[in-house]
């Protein structure tokens, strides 16, 4: 059990996200006051999802406009707050200036939301949502780890703006959080990093968030003919949003924390959903790295041969032991977690019926 203090409101950014969606699910299911921090208030087909959660649940909400890249804009969402969750930082991968896109957001958005941490008095904790990405860059780093494991000891040393940006605008992200919270002592900092997150959204039609893009393709022909070798951990949204619950709320909880339920791969993902969904067109065989390295970089320009080289035909492991030992995680199975989000993008009318 947790000991929550519901006297104090909390603060999430980014409240419109995927992930953001379920932390406030959860603090709303605990009776505690939610101020969401979001781009646009007034947009209410996109705020209607948590409406209507807040109307069920024994919390409440109140929304505030904030935008990342707008300085001292939490300042007043943050007022009386014990807790912040930082979840907001755009997941995108194909993107056409890396900077102004990934890295401005996530680098500046994280010192505009910590530095306002520092005015305000009544913070004590800061949970920030960084990724697996902040530890490995490409799957080829896991296996020149000295366990050919991937630990939180650990920090990508091999994204840059030119290679897989989005895994460095998560990188420096996370370095410049720490930099911060060690200047003070009043809040301490405790960081998430998820895996590859899947599972169902809150709000049915999902976000621009790249754990949809990635479903649609299994669901929808576009990888009919195979699928890339490409490794990656998977964990369940709903996993990861009770990972921040209980790096808010365990009075211990310190440091940063690999949230990630399987070792896995893309193919083993597409796997999970057969036989359950064999009338759809998920892919059923692996595509041949030589094909991948010649053919992806021409139908997609966000996809280099770099990329495909340093992460095809790689094996990806992750020591999640921490989050189990600390935060006292458990994880749902990967077949549950993605088919409950298949089937979501089918019932939305995001995948198409065979
Ligand atoms: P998402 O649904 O796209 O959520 C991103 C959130 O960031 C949205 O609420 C978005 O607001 C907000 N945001 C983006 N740019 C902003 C700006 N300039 N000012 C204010 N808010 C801004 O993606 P997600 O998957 O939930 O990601 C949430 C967090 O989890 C991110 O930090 C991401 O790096 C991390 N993460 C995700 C995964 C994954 O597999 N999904 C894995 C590891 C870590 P709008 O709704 O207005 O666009």
Request: hydrophobic share 40%.
């Amino acid at each position: 059990m947790l000991n929550i203090d519901k006297t104090k409101p909390v603060l999430v950014t980014g409240a419109t996200g995927y992930v953001a969606g379920w932390i406030v699910k959860r603090l709303l299911e605990e009776g505690v006051t939610v101020h969401a921090a979001v781009r646009n208030p007034g947009d209410v087909a996109k705020l209607a999802h948590l409406d209507q959660m807040a109307l069920k649940l024994p919390g409440s909400i109140r929304y505030f406009k904030a935008d990342l890249l707008d300085e001292g804009s939490y300042a007043e969402a943050m007022q009386g707050c014990a807790i912040v969750f930082h979840t907001a930082s755009p997941f995108r991968l194909d993107v056409n200036d890396a900077q102004k896109d990934l890295v401005d957001p996530a680098k500046l958005g994280t010192q505009n939301v910590l530095e306002t941490a520092n005015k305000t008095e009544s913070v004590t904790r800061v949970v920030l949502t960084s990724s697996c990405a902040a530890i490995y860059g490409d799957c080829a780093d896991v296996a020149n780890t000295s366990r050919q494991v991937l630990t939180e000891d650990i920090w990508n040393t091999s994204s840059s703006l030119q290679h897989v940006p989005y895994s460095y605008s998560k990188t420096i992200a996370e370095h410049l959080a720490w930099e911060i919270a060690k200047q003070q002592t009043r809040w301490n900092l405790v960081v998430i990093n998820p895996s590859f997150i899947l599972g169902p959204g809150l709000n049915a039609q999902g976000t621009s968030s790249e754990s949809f893009n990635f479903v649609r393709q299994l669901g929808d022909g576009r990888m009919k003919a195979g699928i890339p070798d490409i490794g990656c951990g998977a964990v369940d949204v709903r996993d990861v949003a009770e990972a921040h619950l209980r790096a808010a709320y365990l009075p211990d909880a310190k440091g940063r924390h690999i949230v990630s339920a399987h070792d896995s791969s893309l193919p083993m993902i597409a796997q999970a959903l057969l036989p359950e969904y064999k009338d759809y067109p998920v892919p059923r065989r692996i595509l041949p790295k030589w094909l991948v390295w010649l053919v992806a970089p021409l139908a997609d320009k966000s996809i280099t041969r770099k990329m495909i080289s340093r992460n095809v035909a790689y094996a990806w492991r992750a020591d999640n032991g921490k989050s189990i030992r600390e935060l006292r995680m458990s994880y749902r199975p990967l077949q549950v977690t993605i088919q409950d989000m298949f089937q979501q993008m089918i019932d939305s009318g995001q995948i198409p019926k065979p």
